[in-house]
């Protein structure tokens, strides 16, 4: 069964440190993945996604992704988070149909 | 652009009335959306497929009695709980997709439901 795993659900850092969210998909067709992002009480907010090309993807307030093809992996990084970061965030792909699946979600909390 | 909305964003009921939800997409064309529950602390957990014009396509587990969607236009999708008990309460999200795109889905902000 095609899945995503997100490896950790809560990842404490303090402000200005980088940040690693780890996120594994299994997939035997062709990959596309998203990671959101979701304040509390909120909808998710597309933060960044892969469907082709290059392989590293970055987002507009400075998150990165890069899909690894050999490792199965789409970690979500940032070189130096800040407070308004706090967040849990969703790493999402496609079974190979018209569906989306989510993993489990991490908690992003930054401390001052 | 590619923005979503629901109604209403939170909504207090009594145990056995009918509750309706709408998602809109505002400035695009949606042949799909697709409704998800969300229980605190979790990730969401897609409920329904909505296609414009034809039934729903419901996820294993998921009744459909009790969760009537109706995807009347290409910018509205309503999501009804029927005979709604407590344990319907839920953070409920709609999310669409452009005509022009396969995979990538809009959100919508979020319906947060309270069964009394």
């Known amino acids: 069964a095609q899945s995503v795993t997100q490896l950790d659900s809560q990842v404490p850092v303090f402000e200005e440190a980088p940040v690693e969210l780890r996120c594994n998909y299994s997939s035997s067709v062709s990959v596309y993945l998203f990671w959101y992002v979701q304040y509390p009480n909120q909808g998710l907010q597309l933060l960044l996604k892969y469907l082709s090309g290059s392989t590293l993807v970055e987002s507009i307030n400075g998150f990165e992704a890069e899909f690894n093809k050999s490792q199965t992996s789409f970690h979500l990084r940032k070189p130096s988070v800040h407070i308004s970061d706090t967040a849990e965030y969703f790493c999402?792909?496609?079974?190979?149909?018209?569906?989306?699946?989510f993993g489990t979600g991490t908690r992003l909390q930054v401390f001052p | 652009g590619a923005v979503v909305s629901q109604h209403p964003s939170w909504v207090i009921c009594k145990s056995g009335t009918s509750v309706k939800i709408e998602c809109r997409s505002l400035d695009f064309q949606a042949t799909t959306m697709f409704w998800y529950r969300q229980f605190p602390k979790q990730s969401l957990m897609l409920m329904a497929t909505?296609?414009?014009?034809?039934?729903?396509?419901?996820e294993q587990g998921v009744e459909k009695d009790k969760f009537l969607i109706n995807h009347a236009s290409l910018t509205l999708s309503t999501l009804t709980v029927t005979s709604a008990h407590p344990e319907d309460s839920s953070f409920y999200i709609c999310?669409?997709?452009?005509?022009?795109?396969?995979?990538?889905?809009?959100f919508g902000p979020g319906t947060r439901l309270t069964v009394t």
């Open positions: 999310s669409a997709r452009d005509l022009g795109q396969r995979y990538e889905q809009y």
């Open positions: 909505s296609n414009e014009g034809s039934k729903a396509t419901y």
């Open positions: 999402a792909g496609p079974p190979g149909a018209d569906k989306l699946i």
